[in-house]
Nanobody
């Protein structure tokens, strides 16, 4: 059974940094892609970034240059490093992985950027 367990997040001031973690079980993050999405209050869930097995990554324009996705194969964990955070980054963040055609989601982590 595939499970994605998230950690990290919290409250940070504008301009601050946070790191989110997504630890997988039942699948290897090194063998397929992992993505991060976010959902702000009263908004649709939106794609943030994807890391594919070969190591290439892509980012939404809104986070490009500020966020970085990375992977630790030994820990079977994917990270999202968020820098220069803005109030508009406030959202619940979800990691997502697809295994044999089925999409799995982490439980979600609240990130609040506020002074």
């Amino acid at each position: 059974q595939v499970r994605l367990v998230q950690s990290g997040g919290g409250l940070v001031q504008p301009g601050g940094s946070l790191r989110l973690s997504c630890t997988a079980s039942g699948t290897l993050v090194s063998t397929n892609y992992v993505a991060w999405y976010r959902q702000a209050p009263n908004k649709e869930r939106e794609w943030v970034t994807t890391l594919v097995s070969g190591g290439a990554s892509a980012y939404a324009d809104s986070v490009k240059g500020r966020f970085a996705i990375s992977r630790d194969n030994a820990k079977n964990t994917v990270y999202l490093d968020m820098n220069s955070l803005k109030p508009e980054d406030t959202a619940v963040y979800y990691c997502q992985n697809e295994v044999r055609g089925t999409k799995y989601w982490g439980q979600g982590t609240q990130v609040t950027v506020s002074s």
